[in-house]
């Protein structure tokens, strides 16, 4: 037990010791065990790192404005601690502290804890706060986790339409109604800046000269393109660029 107090008491020191603007605190151990850790009028803003072995905690007379949630909740076997003289600032960060005090008061010493600020509840005992006091940070709490859902949904939704616009313009299907007596549909027409319609037009161009059957006409009641070679460019559209023509 006392190697254990010992390595507790080295631990402190150099956890202390690195910060250069502030003394570290003073250590000792206590018989037949535990550890004595005095912080008290070292002008600490912060609580330090403290041994699980801790059995007396002397933290008055420093310029403390909280304690860290959960930062009392390792020091199981603590006897005494004394908090007086310091300038809480209690706000919603004090919860944890004033829940703290309320579970465990018989080990305060040294006078009670109070608020330095804000003003309405200046020089008022932290464990006197009631609950009403609190209630806005349960609210901002709560307001902030449906906030962060909402846009967490939001986001999915954004993203989930997305992808879906994407899959659908690769698997749409253009259909084209053309009455056979017009089934003449210049290629020129054709014409785009686009890659895949550029490759639609040569492969028309090359439909066009391959084939004797095509003609030219003046003749509005004849068709441009000779209909026996139409099966075949409508199979072409449809299978190389997933266009339907539909013949009435």
Not at 169 to 174: D, E, G, I, P, W
Request: charged share 20%; net charge neutral; glycine share 6%.
């Amino acid at each position: 037990m006392l190697l254990g107090s010992g390595i507790a008491i080295l631990l402190l020191l150099a956890t202390s010791s690195a910060q250069p603007s502030q003394k570290p605190c003073r250590c000792s151990a206590l018989q037949p065990s535990g550890l004595q850790v005095n912080c008290s009028s070292m002008s600490l803003m912060e609580v330090p790192p403290l041994s699980p072995d801790t059995t007396e905690l002397y933290l008055q007379d420093n310029q403390l404005f909280t304690v860290p949630s959960g930062h009392f909740d390792s020091l199981q076997d603590l006897r005494r601690v004394t908090l007086s003289g310091n300038p809480f600032h209690c706000d919603c960060g004090i919860l944890f502290l004033r829940t703290w005090l309320r579970r465990n008061w018989a080990v305060v010493s040294g006078g009670v804890p109070t608020c330095a600020s804000p003003s309405g509840v200046a020089h008022t005992e932290i464990t006197a706060l009631s609950d009403a006091y609190f209630s806005s940070c349960a609210q901002r709490s709560c307001a902030g986790w449906v906030y962060d859902t909402m846009v967490g949904v939001m986001l999915f939704g954004l993203i989930g339409l997305l992808l879906w616009g994407l899959r659908l313009a690769k698997n749409s299907t253009f259909t084209l109604d053309i009455d056979q007596r017009h089934a003449g549909l210049e290629v020129d027409s054709l014409r785009s800046l686009k890659p895949k319609h550029r490759r639609l037009q040569r492969t028309l161009s090359e439909e066009r000269e391959n084939s004797a059957s095509l003609s030219w006409t003046n003749d509005p009641e004849r068709p441009l393109i000779n209909m026996e070679i139409l099966p075949q460019i409508l199979d072409v559209l449809h299978k190389k660029h997933n266009i339907k023509i539909k013949t009435i």
